[in-house]
């Protein structure tokens, strides 16, 4: 049995041990975003919906399902609600969710409501939260002497999703291939090739020195995006409408 069999074995343990729908599974991390270690473990990340009659009660429900978190796989969702209610902050790791390109499985009501949950992203929110991840990673991470080399992806590559909102005014593709592609800088492309080289061929753990040009790059990037991002208008959408009916359309699969 490969992997991905076995995770959807897992799956269907989870919608029949916790009773529930699971509407999208996808893979998160290293592996959904293109330089997974021989080591990595696998992040797999679920929506899912209860029967209508639990959101109902008074007794309040836990909103998340903690499944497995081992050396091979760590398992978690969210339920539709706390979904939605994040989403209506412009919460970026569900647009990552949303749009990861490996996905275990996913109901035809996600394809449906992609697009109403796409619009409900809000490029200040977004840039916030890519350059917050990008300038925690590199004063934690980026300034010892000898370094992980993986932590170097945590810094550029929320610094690129940035970049790439401020042309495109959408979500950023989760594949960091496509972000580099797209809107690195020419004279750091080689260098993040290599990165990614390396990355691929040795443990989570591995170590190694600066890449001067790579800390020029992120410490540029992160003054000029701040920057922008602080004379950027609010662009969040304040309705609960549209929120209310996709969770309405989510509950009618468990009629």
Not at 91 to 104: A, K
Not at 226 to 234: I, L, V
Request: aromatic share 10%.
């Amino acid at each position: 049995m490969n992997i991905k069999d076995m995770i959807l074995n897992k799956i269907s343990e989870i919608q029949r041990k916790e009773n529930i729908t699971i509407l999208h599974a996808v893979e998160s991390g290293s592996r959904a975003w293109g330089f997974a270690s021989p080591d990595s473990d696998y992040d797999v990340r679920f929506i899912y919906v209860r029967n209508k009659n639990d959101y109902l009660r008074l007794e309040k429900m836990r909103d998340v399902i903690e499944w497995e978190l081992n050396d091979i796989y760590d398992i978690n969702g969210w339920d539709i609600s706390k979904t939605l209610r994040l989403l209506h902050n412009s919460n970026p790791t569900v647009f990552e969710w949303i749009h990861s390109p490996i996905v275990y499985s996913s109901h035809e009501i996600i394809k449906e409501l992609t697009p109403e949950i796409d619009s409900f992203f809000s490029c200040k929110s977004g840039i916030y939260h890519y350059i917050s991840t990008a300038l925690s990673t590199y004063n934690k991470h980026i300034k010892d002497e000898h370094i992980k080399l993986k932590k170097y992806f945590y810094v550029i590559r929320p610094l690129l999703a940035c970049r790439w909102i401020l042309e495109n005014k959408t979500p950023p593709p989760v594949l960091f291939q496509q972000l580099v592609d797209a809107v690195a800088d020419d004279n750091i492309k080689s260098v993040i090739a290599e990165l990614v080289r390396i990355k691929t061929e040795v443990p989570e753990t591995e170590k190694g020195s600066h890449i001067s040009e790579l800390d020029v790059y992120i410490e540029n990037s992160i003054t000029e995006i701040r920057k922008y991002a602080d004379s950027m208008q609010d662009d969040k959408k304040r309705d609960w409408k549209e929120l209310d009916e996709m969770f309405l359309k989510c509950l009618e699969i468990r009629k």
